[in-house]
């Protein structure tokens, strides 16, 4: 009886294992850890009645929030919300981290209301996206003096940067961009910061996304410039396609967005790296002649195009640090990727550092803070522009984990001789999504049981163990074997890395590759939609504010 049960069972269980190998796969983040999360914003009134009153007049609107960008310093993360629907109170918020450590807090104003008056174009930001805090304790901030977005899109203010110091939050400095380094097209969101020999040796560089430019700003001289039109601005023709989160859709106009910056070079200056967003190509270009003002017009041959990252490998923001490690989200994946620039950019040498197919989708942004943690935002944005956000789901969320614990195990952790096809990892093809109607309800793939997590005590949070992301691409890349280190001359040791880019005739810099001549350092030298947020300080709960 027992043996004629066991045959019954037999059948069903080898069905079960079928349907399971069958389904879709589905991946939740192992790496990194949620710190913070909403359904949707909401804002630190100074008290219950401003708050209701801004909630009757429309001055904020909580369902019309979408965060964008994210820094850290010290005690305060950084959160950016850009005035794309009625109803945001403040762009540029932070959450001390000191009086919230984990939940949905209420976000700040930085530096205060009154800075975050849209419209208000002297002494306020109208809107920012994605921001920078250097080494020198400065927060940049690019003001797009913009509110609305796509054929709603008002200009009540021009393009400005805003630099404020951390220890006193005040504003230091205030520049307005010229009109000769903007054009009607122009739609900036992402900024890169370098700082070279000292704090006052500080340049900032903005991506043109729609008007297809790359503008320097130099802080010593309180002075910016345009390199415009470069091939290497626009998208890729092929490129336009997105599908996530059930949505098709394509962003076929997107041009250079998401740029990274690497350590400096022995020839004194950084490689920046940049990407259209619709793209999977990655580009760079040596500093060298970003700080040249004269080489606006005669610079096509500095920049140089590396390698594809392999399909579905679009991708927003990018950070570098100051070991060499590229952070990218990919936001066709679910996931953020790595490379490290010691390395050629090759699909077989960017890694997967973790990926989750809820808590990912579209990682808006990506930064890497003083203490090498990394912080990850997502915001599930097609949802937001395309389709509409289940506000009784989560849909927001800030992630964090150390740099050193996201790279273990990729063939971007160096320290553990990962360097050669056995630890590498390509991005997997995914199957094309069909075209029609919005499949986005809510129904996003279920995380894993498994994940572990993490208390925001004062005790440290435990290393997760190692896991395998992605299959390891089979194909051979060289016949030398790269998986230890050997000893050079007068007894130090090499990393076979570097031996295994000799042997591919590659010459790169521990930094990073050297891709650009060796130089000494320069000498010093319509309406329509939107309310008029100009008039937003008339409304009662802000003038109640600023009384006094």
């Known amino acids: 009886m027992l043996f004629q049960d066991n045959r019954g069972i037999l059948p069903l269980l080898l069905a079960c294992l079928l349907l399971a190998l069958s389904a879709p796969p589905s991946w939740a983040a192992y790496k990194l850890q949620e710190r913070y999360s909403w359904n949707q914003l909401d804002f630190a009134f100074p008290n219950a009645r401003l708050k209701e009153q801004a909630l009757a007049s429309g001055d904020y609107v909580p369902q019309n929030g979408l965060p964008v960008g994210v820094e850290h310093f010290g005690n305060r993360l950084f959160v950016t919300v850009p005035r794309w629907r009625d109803g945001i109170p403040a762009t540029l918020t932070y959450i001390n981290m000191d009086h919230s450590l984990t939940g949905s807090p209420e976000l700040i104003p930085y530096p205060d209301w009154r800075a975050n008056t849209a419209g208000d174009c002297a002494n306020s930001i109208t809107t920012a996206y994605r921001i920078k805090v250097d080494e020198c304790g400065r927060l940049w901030v690019l003001d797009t003096g913009t509110v609305g977005i796509g054929n709603t899109t008002r200009n009540p203010c021009p393009y400005a940067v805003n630099v404020f110091d951390l220890t006193t939050d ?74 996530i989160a059930g949505i098709n859709f394509q962003w076929g106009e997107e041009g250079i967005f998401g740029m990274s910056l690497s350590p400096i070079r022995s020839d004194g ?66 996931a953020v990727g790595c490379w490290h620039s ?14 989750d197919d809820v808590g990912l989708v579209f990682p808006a942004d990506v930064k890497i ?11 599930r944005m097609p949802v937001f522009l395309l389709s509409d956000l289940d506000y009784a789901d989560t849909n927001f969320r800030i992630y964090t984990a150390p740099l050193s614990t996201l790279v273990e195990n990729t063939v971007c952790d160096l320290r553990n001789n990962a360097y050669g096809p056995p630890n590498t990892v390509s991005i997997p093809k995914q199957p094309a999504l069909p075209i029609g109607p919005p499949l986005y309800t809510k129904q996003y793939r279920p995380a894993l049981p498994l ?48 031996i295994f880019n000799q042997h591919n005739g590659i010459n790169y810099e521990t930094s990073g590759p050297h891709l650009f001549p060796t130089h000494q350092p320069m000498s010093p030298v319509q309406d329509g939609g939107l309310k008029t947020y100009v008039n937003a300080r008339q409304s009662g709960w802000w003038h109640h504010q600023h009384q006094g």
């Open 451 to 498: 994940k572990p997590q993490t208390s925001w005590g004062p005790s440290p949070p435990p290393s997760p163990p190692s896991r395998t992301y992605l299959p390891a691409n089979p194909g051979p890349v060289s016949s030398v074997s790269v998986s230890t280190n050997t000893v050079g001359p007068a007894g130090v040791e090499v990393p076979k890395a570097y």
């Open 369 to 379: 803070d003083e203490n090498k943690n990394v912080w990850v935002l997502s915001d």
């Open 269 to 334: 200056f950084r490689t920046l790296y940049f990407s259209p967003l619709a793209s999977h190509r990655q580009f760079a270009v040596s500093t060298r002649i970003l700080r040249d003002e004269t080489r606006t017009e005669d610079s096509y041959h500095d920049f140089v195009a590396l390698d594809e990252r392999g399909p579905n490998a679009h991708t927003t923001s990018r950070v570098m640090s100051d070991d060499g490690v590229e952070l990218f989200n990919l936001i066709d994946q679910n």
């Open 342 to 355: 010691s390395m050629p950019y090759s699909p077989q040498f960017h890694g997967i550092v973790d990926r």
């Open 170 to 243: 005040t504003r230091i400095r205030r520049y307005e961009l010229p009109a000769v380094d903007t054009n009607p097209n122009t739609f900036i969101a992402n900024i890169a910061v370098d700082i070279g020999k000292n704090c006052d040796d500080a340049y900032a560089y903005f991506a043109d996304e729609l008007g297809y430019g790359l503008i320097a700003y130099s802080w010593e001289l309180n002075k910016s410039w345009r390199f415009s039109a470069h091939s290497y601005f626009f998208p890729d023709p092929l490129r336009g396609d997105f599908n």
